[in-house]
């Protein structure tokens, strides 16, 4: 059952919803139900094999849990909870979209309905996003970098934002198809309906990456490529973001430049020994477009570790990323349906 609003029967209390998505979360789950305010709250569970419906249904809230077919994606399951929150609470004004692995931080609540209720044009504000533990991994530091984006009007929001409830209606909410890039798809939607979203400076959440290893980030940017080769098609006029210009570095980094060094070796190997001049240039390429990186990251405030780690791993990132793109162009070329590509390590149960 939804646990009663705070603010119940006073006629200038705000309408707010809350959904939360996740699978398999463990007591990251927990957490991020006991942040939830005391308002209708929905959690939304794809296919979890732990004990995340049994933690949502002690804490309260509506649990919702989606059925496969179809696929799970974070859009589906979005679109799930806002759905039913509107079939039981049809007069909500707001809601608050948390991802199970985020809890959310005290006051972020009415400092964004405030900022939405002074902006009518507003779809959505978010404010800044924390990783709870960088200290645990680069990956994790680097995260927390890559929540820090800059204050006012943005071109696109994540899965943790509150929404204008009329604004993602006049959309038609997520799209479920998308196991990738769900969130600046939507933002865009919203935009080219008018709408602005707008970076809040209020803390709104703790995030646990919980990164830990190279074959999680390997794939988590594998993810990320996939994504980008979906908006770039998309969207192929649009400059903010720029998604086609992003696909062709990823493309040029990860796909042509090693193959361009594969080749050099091979005909170093079984034509010419003068190829391994052409093989070390190309090779060199790399360490060089490192350096400028750094010292871009070093020129943002980042400290030297951690500004090494972002320039080479962004390089590093290329090869995942291109294999993204390329496994979202054959699964539409060959008419598959992608599967969701998940990074994370799942608690036991």
């Known amino acids: 059952m939804d646990r009663p609003a705070s603010e119940a029967g006073q006629d200038s209390a705000p ?14 789950l927990v957490a991020c139900l006991r942040s939830q305010p005391a308002v209708p709250v929905a959690y939304v569970d794809s296919g979890s094999t732990d004990d995340s419906v049994a933690n949502a249904r002690a804490a309260g809230v509506t649990v919702i849990q989606l059925t496969k077919p179809p696929g799970f994606s974070a859009a589906r399951a ?17 809601v ?16 964004a309905v405030a900022a939405l209720r002074a902006d009518p044009g507003l779809a959505a504000v978010f404010g800044r996003r924390r990783e709870i533990h960088p200290e645990r991994s680069v990956y994790n530091a680097l995260c927390d970098d ?37 969130d600046p798809d939507l933002s865009m939607r919203l935009r080219r309906k008018g709408w602005r979203l707008e970076r809040i400076d209020a803390e709104m959440t703790w995030h646990d990456a919980a990164i830990l290893s190279f074959q999680q980030f390997w794939t988590r940017t594998r993810r990320a490529g996939h994504a980008f ?18 696909c062709r570095s990823i493309v040029f980094w990860g796909g042509a430049m090693p193959a361009a060094l594969l080749a ?29 990186l750094y010292l871009r990251q070093r020129r943002h405030g980042l400290p030297p570790r951690i500004a090494f780690a972002s320039a080479a791993l962004l390089m590093i990132g290329k090869i995942p990323q291109f294999l993204g793109l390329a496994s979202f162009h054959y699964g539409r070329w060959s008419n598959r349906a992608s599967p969701i590509i998940e990074y994370k390590r799942r608690p036991s149960a």
Not at 96 to 111: A, K, N, P, V, Y
Not at 152 to 167: I, K
Not at 264 to 290: D, F, R
């Open 15 to 28: 309408r707010i919803g809350s959904v939360v998505i996740g699978r398999n979360e463990g007591e990251r």
């Open 78 to 94: 979005r679109n799930a909870g806002v759905r039913v929150l509107l079939e039981r609470h049809p007069d909500l004004e707001f």
């Open 96 to 111: 608050q979209l948390t991802d199970g692995d985020c809890s959310l931080r005290e006051g972020w609540i009415d400092r």
């Open 146 to 182: 890559e929540w820090d984006v800059a204050m006012g009007e943005a071109s696109a929001c994540g899965g943790d934002a509150m929404f204008r409830v009329a604004a993602l209606q006049s959309v038609g909410g997520y799209n479920d198809a998308m196991i990738a890039g769900e």
């Open 229 to 246: 080769a979906e908006l770039a098609r998309l969207y192929p006029d649009e400059r903010w973001p720029d998604w086609v210009r992003s």
């Open 264 to 292: 050099a070796v091979l005909l170093a190997l079984v034509h010419n020994p003068l190829w391994w001049i052409v093989a070390a240039g190309l090779l060199l390429v790399w360490p060089l477009k490192i350096a400028q």
